[in-house]
C-alpha cells in the first residue's frame, strides 16, 4: 500500500526526538491542525496509512487543475462504447488527474446476492477484468497532461473484505487478498483510495478542493430514494459528489449567509441493463472538474447518451 501523503519535515523531527509524543503536543509544537496530528500520529505509530483525503497535486496561485472522474464500470459487465466515450472526450480536454469513483470492477462472483452459477469463477473473472482494464489504462497513460490516477473503493470492490470478513475470515490480513495486490492497481500506477477505512479511521474522506468525493455506499441512504444529491447532502452538510446510484443529477443550497453549497451524483458506465435490475432509470455519465488554489471549484457533470456527451 502507498502512503498518499508525506509527512513534512519538522513533524519527523519531533517523532525523532519525542517519540512517545501526544497527539496533543504533536499539534501544539509542530503547528498543525488537530486532524492531521491524528494523521501522522497513525502513521508513526502504524508505519503505513491505508489512504488520506488529498491528492498530492494543488492549483499555484491563480491556477487551476482538472480530474477526469469515472464510475460504475462494474467491468466485465462495463458498456465499451459509453467507457471509450466518456474517456476519448475527457482526456481531449487534457486533465491532471484522473479518478475512478468506485464499482470500476463487479466482483460478481462474490457477491452476497443471489447470483448466477453458471457464471465463470472469481479467478476467471478477474483475469478477464485485468485484460479489459489493461486496455483503458493504456489509453490514459498515454495523455500526457495526467499526472496522477486515483482508484476509489466501491460497495462492488468491497465485496472482497465481506466475503473474508465473513466466510474466509482465517485469510483476512493477507496482503496478497486486496483489491489492490488481485486487480494490480499499483502496478499499474493507480493510488488506492478505501473512503470506508477513512472513516472508520475519524479522518476525511477524498476530497478535490472543497469537493468531497465519495462513491455512495460510505453513508447509508435508501436505494429508492428520488433526488440523490439532495439527500447527501443533508445527511454529510458539505460539497460532495457520489456515484453509486447510476444517474446525474443536481443540487445547490443558498445558505443563510448567503454562500451556496452543492451536491451532485453522476451516472454509471456499465450495461444499463443488468440482471438484479433489467430496467431501470439509469443513465451513463462522466464528469470534469476544475478547482483552484482556494479550493473552489466546479463541475461539468455530463450525461452519454447514444455515444454522444451532453
Not at 42 to 59: D, F, N, S
Not at 66 to 81: E, R, T
Not at 93 to 114: A, E, H, R
Not at 166 to 180: E, V, Y
Request: proline residues 3%; contains cysteine.
Amino acid at each position: 500500500m502507498k502512503v498518499v501523503v508525506e509527512i513534512p519535515e519538522r513533524v519527523a523531527d519531533l517523532f525523532r526526538t519525542y517519540p512517545k509524543i501526544s497527539r496533543r503536543g504533536l499539534e501544539q509544537q509542530a503547528d498543525i491542525t488537530q486532524h492531521h496530528a491524528r494523521i501522522f500520529a497513525y502513521l508513526h505509530q502504524y508505519g503505513k496509512i491505508v489512504a488520506h483525503y488529498e491528492t498530492r497535486l494543488k492549483p499555484k496561485s491563480g491556477k487551476t487543475m482538472k480530474a477526469l472522474v469515472l464510475a460504475d464500470m462494474h467491468i466485465p459487465y462495463h458498456d465499451d462504447i459509453a467507457i471509450k466515450t466518456a474517456l476519448n472526450w475527457g482526456l481531449s480536454q487534457n486533465p491532471d488527474l484522473v479518478v475512478l469513483n468506485g464499482d470500476t470492477f463487479d466482483c460478481y462472483t462474490i457477491s452476497s446476492w443471489k447470483t448466477d452459477p453458471l457464471r465463470a469463477d472469481y479467478g476467471s473473472e478477474v483475469r478477464q477484468s485485468i485484460d479489459i482494464f489493461k486496455t483503458y489504462n493504456s489509453q490514459i497513460s498515454k495523455c500526457k497532461s495526467v499526472k496522477e490516477k486515483i482508484f476509489i473503493c466501491g460497495n462492488h470492490e468491497d465485496r472482497l473484505r465481506r466475503e473474508l470478513w465473513s466466510g474466509s475470515k482465517k485469510l483476512a490480513g493477507l496482503d496478497i487478498l486486496t483489491i489492490p495486490n488481485i486487480y494490480q492497481l499499483d502496478e499499474l500506477g493507480w493510488k488506492y483510495i478505501d473512503n470506508a477505512q477513512l472513516l472508520r479511521e475519524e479522518m476525511q474522506p477524498f476530497k478535490l478542493g472543497k469537493l468531497t468525493i465519495l462513491h455512495g455506499h460510505e453513508v447509508k441512504v435508501n436505494y429508492s430514494v428520488v433526488n440523490i444529491p439532495r439527500i447527501y447532502y443533508q445527511k454529510c452538510l458539505v460539497n460532495i459528489m457520489v456515484a453509486h446510484y447510476h444517474r446525474s443529477q443536481e443540487n445547490i443550497e443558498r445558505k443563510l449567509d448567503h454562500s451556496h453549497d452543492g451536491a451532485w451524483s453522476m451516472g454509471a458506465l456499465c450495461k444499463l441493463s443488468q440482471e438484479y435490475a433489467p430496467h431501470n432509470n439509469w443513465n451513463h455519465g462522466c464528469c470534469m472538474i476544475e478547482w483552484d488554489s482556494q479550493g473552489d471549484f466546479s463541475i461539468s457533470n455530463k450525461k452519454i447518451i447514444n455515444g454522444k456527451v451532453l
